[in-house]
């Protein structure tokens, strides 16, 4: 990922014109169907221009130690805008790669293209909502930023997003009461639509930045199509969903869950079309507590997400919403080897370095390694939510630093965090050590060493 980034310069006239135009910017929405604010956007346009911005800041080492966005996460994002980019070719178009602030680059192309409606979805960001915001000033520009990265939009919850539950069992009993609407179909037209000229300064796909190969005990590959077929093998093919809730605590294993969370998080699926398949599964095959556990998992994905856009800047404090004083901080030494998998404690290391070489960890892996960093190394838990945001190919900032909260007990559960006892751990869920000499979790650790060269940085 060192290659040097060439914009290619040219000049785009855009001459005036009465015709419609639309601006579409992709974020967490690679996809064409099930896409309500594109489908919005082909009904209310004549000419149309696609794009995505991607931050060039995010490859840079940042002041952890690491890039925000690591190498098998933006292979993943990589192969998700490649696919999506021959999705619109099909129908005449193109997906235009970008980079720089996302206000200005989207405001300077609303002047230069004469936009008409700027069209695109929201997410669990704060920096990208405040963006959106931001574009609302625009002059002469219609905005249409929606949620459909959620079973439910904006309008079926509460007047106000405070009024939803803090904990997750009343968000649950709360939102099982609506309904989830059914995904919608790419709109009729878009291959009459015309594409504007390409805009200047963009990213030619031999300039995009190197990214490794995927590893073989993980093999996601993004896109629409891919996604897809994932949700096709775990649910009609080998009908593994009838038995999700017995093994989605292990550790490993293609098999043992529905690996659709690196689809989901960047959109190349809907949490709506997930919920449909889920239901034509229970209608036509088997309803089951399988088939509810994952239905509840998109729940909590839901619980999260709308949870992110409530707290705002709180995601991201090491307070979290209670604004709570840890008793953690931050060791040097003991957070890069909690990072490279070389801490006194065998099963933590194993499930670090299935991350580093993947870019996916099991939600077990998650929670054992996250109560680590946080109880046996008095790391607060911030630098681990920033590590796997650089790390997860299904980082989702709701998610992410919602699921952290929890375990440091600075999240909205009452209860507190949670401490995992790491042999307890490995006896229920590697008894046979199978696991730990698979990603050799054994061979890299060291003494936990807190001395004079270590002293903890606040």
């Not at 989830?180 to 805009?199: F, M």
């Not at 294993?253 to 190349?268: E, F, H, I």
Request: net charge neutral.
């Amino acid at each position: 990922m060192t290659k040097h980034l060439i914009q290619t310069p040219h000049t785009v006239t855009i001459e005036a014109s009465p015709a419609r135009r639309g601006l579409y910017c992709f974020s967490q929405d690679l996809r064409l169907q099930d896409n309500p604010a594109l489908n919005n956007l082909i009904s209310q346009t004549d000419e149309i221009l696609f794009i995505y911005i991607l931050d060039l800041q995010a490859f840079r080492q940042n002041k952890n130690g690491f890039a925000s966005l690591g190498g098998q996460r933006w292979r993943f994002l990589k192969e998700s805008l490649l696919a999506l980019k021959a999705s619109l070719q099909r129908y005449g178009h193109d997906l235009h790669l970008l980079s720089g602030n996302r206000y200005s680059v989207l405001s300077e192309l609303c002047q230069q293209y004469q936009i008409s409606t700027l069209a695109g979805s929201y997410n669990s960001g704060l920096d990208e909502y405040r963006d959106w915001q931001q574009l609302q000033q625009i002059p002469e520009t219609s905005i249409q930023i929606i949620h459909q990265n959620a079973l439910w939009i904006k309008e079926q919850l509460p007047d106000h997003l405070l009024k939803l539950p803090r904990q997750f069992t009343p968000f649950r009993r709360q939102m099982e009461a609506l309904t989830v609407s059914a995904p919608v179909t790419l709109k009729e037209g878009l291959q009459h639509i015309r594409p504007l000229p390409p805009p200047d300064h963009l990213i030619q796909v031999s300039n995009w930045p190197d990214s490794p190969e995927p590893h073989g005990h993980a093999p996601f590959s993004g896109g629409e199509d891919q996604g897809w077929q994932q949700l096709h093998r775990y649910f009609w093919q080998t009908r593994q969903l009838s038995d999700y809730k017995q093994t989605r605590n292990e550790l490993d294993g293609w098999q043992n869950s529905s690996r659709l969370s690196p689809w989901l998080a960047l959109g190349c699926l809907s949490p709506r079309q997930v919920w449909s398949d889920i239901e034509q599964y229970e209608a036509q095959i088997c309803c089951n507590e399988s088939t509810g556990w994952l239905k509840q998992e998109l729940l909590w994905r839901e619980f999260f997400y709308w949870s992110a856009h409530r707290l705002g800047a709180d995601l991201y404090r090491p307070g979290g919403e209670r604004h709570k004083n840890l008793l953690t901080s931050f060791y040097p030494q003991r957070f890069r080897s909690w990072r490279e998998g070389s801490t006194p404690y065998p099963l933590v290391n194993a499930c670090m370095k299935q991350l580093n070489s993947t870019g996916f960890l099991s939600n077990r892996g998650r929670q054992i390694v996250a109560s680590a960093l946080v109880n046996e190394l008095a790391v607060s838990w911030h630098y681990g939510a920033a590590y796997f945001e650089s790390q997860l190919l299904d980082y989702d900032p709701g998610s992410n630093y919602g699921n952290w909260q929890y375990i440091a007990g600075v999240g909205a559960d009452p209860r507190g965090g949670r401490h995992f006892n790491l042999e307890r751990q490995r006896a229920a869920y590697d008894p046979d050590n199978h696991f730990i000499r698979k990603w050799q979790g054994d061979t890299t650790m060291v003494e936990d060493t807190i001395g004079i060269d270590d002293w903890p940085i606040r």
